[in-house]
């Protein structure tokens, strides 16, 4: 069975205290977040990275406080969450190269990871059994990476103690909605015995 893991928006903007668009709580994900990726690096399972990477006068900042803009440090993955070879993909649809890459950095300027770009293109390639989501936000980046994931046909799987939450109740609904909408979705800790 040929998994995928799928690192959600782990930035700087959303991880620490000091971030443009903190995720209150989400730095103690840090040690969760590389144990994770590094597990995927030691058993040779691909790592889908997703990064928000706006322009200063990015649309969604309408809805949003400015996070996230190209080139700033609030942009950046922590050291910890990025493997040895990598390759970042562009929003823009272009020509890319994964072949060799443990994580796969893909940028976006949505919500909804699916929402353009080469993201649908990169997943076809890899073929993956089983998708592990795990990142932030619950309620919005993570929860529409699911969505978009079940639409492949392929199980997925929600790392629990690897995703942070807006707000705690909606984070907690937004789990129970996701597994009542299917059967083939799974929320549960990491465990490195798979």
């Known amino acids: 069975m040929k998994t995928v893991f799928v690192d959600v928006d782990t930035q700087i903007d959303f991880l620490y205290p000091a971030g443009a668009l903190y995720v209150p709580g989400a730095e103690r994900l840090l040690p969760r977040l590389a144990e994770v990726n590094r597990y995927a690096a030691a058993h040779g399972i691909p790592v889908v990275s997703t990064v928000d990477a706006h322009a200063e006068n990015d649309p969604e900042f309408r809805d949003w406080p400015p996070h996230c803009v190209v080139g700033t440090a609030g942009q950046q993955k922590p050291c910890g969450t ?18 060799g890459a443990q994580q796969i950095i893909v940028e976006k300027q949505w919500v909804d990871m699916f929402a353009g770009g080469n993201l649908a293109s990169i997943l076809e ?70």
Request: charged residues 25%.
């Open 82 to 99: 990025l493997l040895e070879k990598r390759v970042v993909v562009p929003s823009t649809e272009s020509g890319y190269e994964i072949d």
């Open 125 to 194: 390639r890899l073929n993956a059994d089983r998708w592990v989501v795990y990142g932030v936000v619950t309620e919005y980046c993570v929860r529409a990476a699911v969505m978009g994931l079940l639409k492949t046909g392929k199980p997925v799987e929600v790392l629990s103690d690897a995703i942070q939450a807006l707000d705690a109740a909606t984070g907690r609904a937004t789990l129970e909605e996701l597994q009542k909408t299917r059967d083939s979705i799974l929320i549960h800790q990491f465990n490195e015995s798979w």
